[in-house]
């Protein structure tokens, strides 16, 4: 939704409403300057170690059986912040809402289940609007995010690698990288947290082609990852 924009002319508060692009200076974010991309970053979030690091408001939502995407973001080979909020239509629920059950499962919203309209909004208002060369529109958007979701099982590749969610195992990185690395192509990076003095596996990240497709990340890239020692894979 569009905000007021305060303009001050001679000493007096003139209502405006704000050109295209500036919503997120408004709500404090900074369009981007440079929109280039080089892939796609698929952040997928594991959900039993985001609700053990007290980051699901009421549990596991019932729809989603296995990792749900936290984004499909546009992202750089040397590793610097990725473009962000660079502009266009604004993000109307009506326009995805045929796909709610779809992002239920796929793209949940963890912290908010019931209400998660505004984080659909941030990943549109900031990832989604630097897509647009080839999701030019927030429905194919928001589509194209759940589609790559359903052509990269990981929870499938991890278990034919035989890494399986369990308290007791601790899991090595390499593991992990080999088991997506034989079943889609391309290593990807890992992202852990830890709890109680255990490193939990949070998040897998995959580098992706403008087609979707898995390629390897680049070293700057893959660098971000933060599973540098064994960590658990915990169950539902």
Known sequence: MRMPLLVWVLGFVVLAAPAAGQTAVLQGMIPTQDDHYDFLLLRARWPPAECELGKCSQGIPSEVLGFTLHGVWPSRWDGSKEPGYCG????????????????????????????????????????????????????????????????????????????????????????????????????PVLFCDEKDGVNLLQSIGLCLDRNLQAIKCSTAVASRGTCSSAFSYLPF
């Open 88 to 187: 266009g239509a604004e993000f109307v629920w009506d326009q995805i809402c045929d796909l709610k059950n779809d992002l239920a499962r796929y793209w949940a919203d963890l912290q908010n289940p019931e209400a998660p309209m505004d984080f659909y909004q941030h990943e549109w208002d900031k990832h989604g609007t630097c897509a647009a060369d080839i999701t030019p529109s927030e429905h194919a958007y928001f589509a194209m995010a759940i589609r790559a979701m359903e052509s990269f099982p990981l929870q499938e590749a991890l278990s034919r690698g035989g890494v399986a969610p369990n308290r007791e195992t601790l899991y090595d990185a390499d593991q992990v990288l080999d088991a997506v690395r034989v079943a889609y192509g391309a290593e």
